[in-house]
C-alpha cells in the first residue's frame, strides 16, 4: 500500500472552446494543480495444484482525488476555475485471475478494468465539463506454447460491449461502439 501527494505547476488541461455553435479541443495550461490518494497493490497465489498448474490474483486499487486552479486572468470562456483535472479518475482498480500451467504450456489471464467518471475536457460558456463515463472492460487472454520457440495467443477484448460515452450538462453528447473484439496470433522465433 502507499500514499501518495502531488503539487504541479503549469498543468497541461484539456478545453472545449466554442465558437459558431462548434466545439474544437484545445490545450493549455493552468495555473497549478494537485492530486492526492492511496493506491493497493498485490499478486496472491489461490492454489497452487489445481488443474495442474497455479492460480493467482494480482492487480492495484486507487482512490484520489485533484484538483486544479485557473488564474482569473487565464479565465477566458472557462466555466470552473476550480475543478478536477482532465483526465484524472477518482478510482482506478485493475484485477487479475490468471493460471501458468506447471508445465509452462498453458497461461490464463482473465482481467477486469474500470475507471470513474473523468473530464474529457474543461467547459466553456457555462457549460459544465465533458465528463468520460466509466467503463468496464473485461479481457480474456489465453497462451500456449506448444514448443519453446512457439506461442499461440487468443485474446477477448471487452466481452461486456460498453461503449464510450460523454456527457456533459447531463446530457450524452459523444458516444462510440466499442464492439468485442477476438484475435489469434501465432508466433515462431527463430
Known amino acids: 500500500m502507499g500514499a501518495f501527494y502531488k503539487d504541479i505547476d503549469k498543468p ?15 490545450f493549455d495550461n493552468a495555473d497549478n494543480a494537485y492530486v492526492y490518494g492511496i493506491e493497493a497493490e498485490w499478486l496472491t497465489e489461490l492454489h ?19 484538483e486544479v ?12 476555475l476550480k475543478r478536477r483535472m482532465t483526465g484524472h479518475s477518482e478510482y482506478v482498480a485493475n484485477l487479475q485471475l490468471n493460471y501458468d500451467s506447471h508445465n509452462g504450456m498453458h497461461q490464463a489471464s ?6 470513474g467518471d473523468r ?10 465539463d465533458a465528463y ?7 479481457d480474456l ?5 506448444p514448443t519453446f520457440n512457439t506461442t499461440v495467443t487468443f485474446k477477448a477484448k471487452n466481452m461486456l460491449g460498453q461503449d464510450f460515452e460523454v456527457e456533459q450538462n447531463d446530457v450524452l453528447i459523444r ?13 515462431y522465433e527463430f
Not at 48 to 66: E, M, W
Not at 110 to 115: A, D, G, Q, S, T
Open 12 to 26: 497541461i488541461e484539456a478545453l472545449l472552446t466554442e465558437s459558431d455553435g462548434r466545439f474544437t479541443l484545445q
Open 48 to 66: 497452487s495444484d489445481l488443474l495442474g498448474g497455479a492460480f493467482f490474483t494480482s492487480g492495484n486499487l486507487t482512490v484520489s482525488d485533484s
Open 69 to 80: 486552479e485557473i488564474l482569473e486572468s487565464q479565465r477566458g470562456d472557462l466555466t470552473n
Open 110 to 115: 482473465l482481467i477486469y478494468n474500470v475507471f
Open 119 to 128: 473530464i474529457l475536457a474543461a467547459g466553456v460558456n457555462n457549460f459544465d
Open 132 to 138: 468520460e463515463q466509466p467503463m468496464h472492460s473485461l
Open 141 to 145: 487472454v489465453y497462451s500456449y506454447y
Open 175 to 187: 458516444e462510440s461502439e466499442k464492439p468485442m473484439e477476438f484475435s489469434l496470433d501465432f508466433a
